[in-house]
C-alpha cells in the first residue's frame, strides 16, 4: 500500500481525511481555532476533489442541527467547532447521542470566556463532559489524522450508533505544520466502507425520532445511552487494533511511557503528554523513576485501563487543563481519584490545573510539577488541587 | 397496538428511543390530564368549525348530526374551543363538580 509522508497543518490533515472517508454532508459555522478544518474542506467541496454538501449556517446551533438531520438519513457527518460555538451547539449535542446518530465532530479545545479568551485548554469540552458522546484526545498531528477514520469507523459501528468527539488541543495542534503518513484511499476504504444505517428516515418506512419522553420512559431511555456508551468500549479497542495492522500505528485506550517500573507517574490528556514525556527523559536521566500516563479515551472512561497503569506507583500526579468551580479541582482528578477509591494499594493523587487559556506548560514546568508532586505525596499533601504556576 | 410505557424495559426501546409503529400517540389517552371539560350547547351550536380550527390537539371531530365534538380521550380541557366559539355556545365544566 502506498503511504504517503507530507509536512501539512494538523488542521488540513483533519479536513484532507474527512475528505479521503467519503463524508456525505459536513456543516459548520467557522470558530477559532477550528476554522481552517472547515475552510479547507469547503475548498475540497469547491474544487470537486470531495462529492459532498457543505452547508454554511448561521450559527453551530444550526451545524449540529444540519447534521443530526443528514444523519438521520443515514449520511455520513462531520463538524467541527471549539469553545463559545459548543457553547452555543450543546442543546443538540446532547440530542444527537440521545437519537444515536453517528456524527464526528473535530473539538478543537479552546478555553471559555470569560475573560475573553482565543487559546486552548479542555474547559470547552469538560462543559460536554455528560453529553454521551465518545471522547478521544490526540496528541500530534498523526493522531489527528489517524482518528478521523476511527471515529466514523466506530460511531457507524451498529452496535455503537454514537457520535464522537475528536479533541485536539486549538493552535498547539490545529496551526501546527506537522509530518503525517497519509494511507492511500483503498485502505481508508477497507477500514470506513461505506456506511449502511439500520432505520434511517425514510418516506417508505416512516420513523418517529426525538419523541416526548414522559417520566415512565425517561429512565429506560437514558439506560440505553448509557449501555451504548459503555458498550462502546471493546469496538474502540479493536478498531484501535484493525487500524495498527492495517497502518502499523498503535493507539489505546491508556497509553503509558516509561511507566512500568516507574514509583510516580505525570497523568496528562491532550497535546502536553509529548512536553511530559520529555521532561520525564530528563528526570530519569537524574535516577527519577517517573513515567506517563496518558488518557486517551476519556468517554467511555477506561476505568480497568486506569488501574492497570497505575499499579504499584506511589502516587499519580494528574494534570487537569480545566477547572470545576467549586468542585474537587480538575475534571480528569476526579475521575481517577474515583476510579483508585477503595482500591488496595492505590497511588495518592496529586491534581494541578496548569495550562488555562494557552498558558504554556513546558518541560520545566512539568519537571518542577513531577518533583513538587512528588515531595507533596510524600507529605501527604493530596486534597484538592493546586493551581500551577499562579501569582498569589 | 403499542405497549404501555410502563412495562417497557431499556433493553426492549429501538435504538434512539425511536418509535417505528407510527400513529401510535393515538393509544395515548391523554383526556386523563383534564380537570375541565367542554360541553356543546347544541341547540345554539352554528357548525363552524372554528373549535375544531382551533383545537391544539386536533381532539375535536364533526358529528353525524354535523355538530363539532371534542374527543374525551385526548381532550386536555384547556378551554381554547370555549374561548374561540362565536356563538359561545361551549361551556367548560368542571370534572369533579
Known amino acids: 500500500m502506498a503511504r504517503e509522508r507530507k509536512g501539512i497543518e494538523v488542521s488540513l490533515a483533519v479536513a484532507e481525511a474527512v475528505g479521503q472517508a467519503d463524508c456525505d454532508v459536513i456543516s459548520a459555522y467557522p470558530i477559532t481555532p477550528q476554522t481552517h478544518i472547515v475552510e479547507h474542506l469547503s475548498e475540497l467541496v469547491a474544487d470537486g476533489h470531495l462529492d459532498a454538501e457543505f452547508v454554511p449556517v448561521e450559527s453551530e446551533h444550526s451545524a449540529m442541527s444540519v447534521c443530526c438531520g443528514a444523519a438521520a438519513v443515514g449520511a455520513r457527518t462531520f463538524t467541527s467547532t471549539s469553545s463559545q460555538g459548543l457553547a452555543l451547539m450543546a442543546e443538540i449535542f446532547f440530542i444527537a447521542s440521545s437519537l444515536r446518530l453517528p456524527v464526528v465532530m473535530a473539538l478543537a479545545n479552546r478555553s471559555l470566556s470569560g475573560p475573553l479568551s482565543i487559546w486552548n485548554d ?42 464522537v468527539a475528536i479533541n485536539l488541543d486549538g493552535f498547539i495542534l490545529t496551526h501546527m505544520i506537522e509530518p503525517v503518513e497519509f494511507e ?6 477497507r477500514y470506513v466502507p461505506e456506511y449502511r444505517m ?35 468500549f471493546p469496538v474502540c479497542v479493536k478498531a484501535w487494533e484493525e487500524w495498527a495492522e492495517l497502518t502499523g500505528r498503535h493507539y489505546r485506550p491508556i497509553e503509558t511511557y516509561r511507566n512500568d517500573d516507574a514509583e510516580y507517574a505525570i497523568v496528562t490528556m491532550g ?9 520525564v527523559d530528563e528526570l530519569r536521566d537524574r535516577g527519577e523513576k517517573v513515567g506517563v500516563i496518558k488518557i486517551r479515551l476519556w468517554r467511555p472512561f477506561p476505568f480497568e485501563d486506569l ?3 497505575a499499579e504499584g506507583k506511589k502516587a499519580l500526579i494528574v494534570l487537569d487543563r480545566a477547572i470545576s468551580f467549586g468542585g474537587p479541582g480538575g475534571p480528569v482528578a476526579l475521575e481517577v481519584r474515583s476510579a483508585l477509591y477503595k482500591r488496595p494499594q492505590a497511588p495518592a493523587v496529586v491534581n494541578y490545573v496548569a495550562g488555562l487559556a494557552g498558558r504554556d506548560v513546558s518541560v520545566e514546568d512539568f519537571r518542577s510539577i513531577i518533583l513538587e508532586g512528588k515531595a507533596k505525596a510524600a507529605g501527604g499533601e493530596t486534597e484538592g488541587y493546586t493551581f500551577y504556576g499562579l501569582r498569589a | 397496538m403499542a ?37 356543546v350547547d347544541k341547540t345554539q351550536c352554528i357548525s363552524c ?34 374561548r374561540e366559539c362565536p356563538v359561545g355556545c361551549i361551556s367548560m365544566v368542571n370534572e369533579e363538580g
Open chain 1, 122 to 163: 479542555h474547559t470547552d469540552t469538560m462543559m460536554v463532559r455528560d453529553g454521551g458522546w465518545i471522547h478521544v484526545f490526540v496528541e500530534n498531528g498523526q493522531d489527528a489524522y489517524d482518528h478521523v477514520f476511527w471515529a466514523f469507523r466506530v460511531g457507524e459501528d451498529p452496535a455503537v450508533r454514537l457520535p
Open chain 1, 184 to 189: 492511500d484511499d483503498e485502505t481508508i476504504k
Open chain 1, 198 to 232: 439500520e432505520k434511517p428516515l425514510h418516506p417508505d418506512k416512516p420513523l418517529s425520532m426525538g419523541c416526548f419522553g414522559m417520566p415512565e420512559i425517561y429512565s429506560e431511555a437514558q439506560m440505553a445511552r448509557e449501555q451504548a456508551l459503555v458498550g462502546s
Open chain 1, 271 to 279: 497535546s502536553l503528554g509529548e512536553t511530559a514525556m520529555a521532561a
Open chain 1, 307 to 309: 488501574r492497570k497503569a
Open chain 2, 3 to 39: 405497549r404501555p410505557m410502563d412495562e417497557i424495559k431499556w433493553q426492549e426501546l429501538e435504538i434512539g428511543a425511536a418509535v417505528s409503529e407510527t400513529g401510535n400517540s393515538r393509544e395515548y389517552k391523554t383526556g386523563t390530564w383534564r380537570s375541565l371539560r367542554p360541553v
Open chain 2, 49 to 82: 368549525g372554528v373549535c375544531w380550527l382551533f383545537c391544539p390537539d386536533a381532539a375535536i371531530a364533526r358529528s353525524e348530526e354535523g355538530h363539532f365534538q371534542a374527543d374525551l380521550d385526548y381532550c386536555k380541557g384547556c378551554g381554547i374551543c370555549a
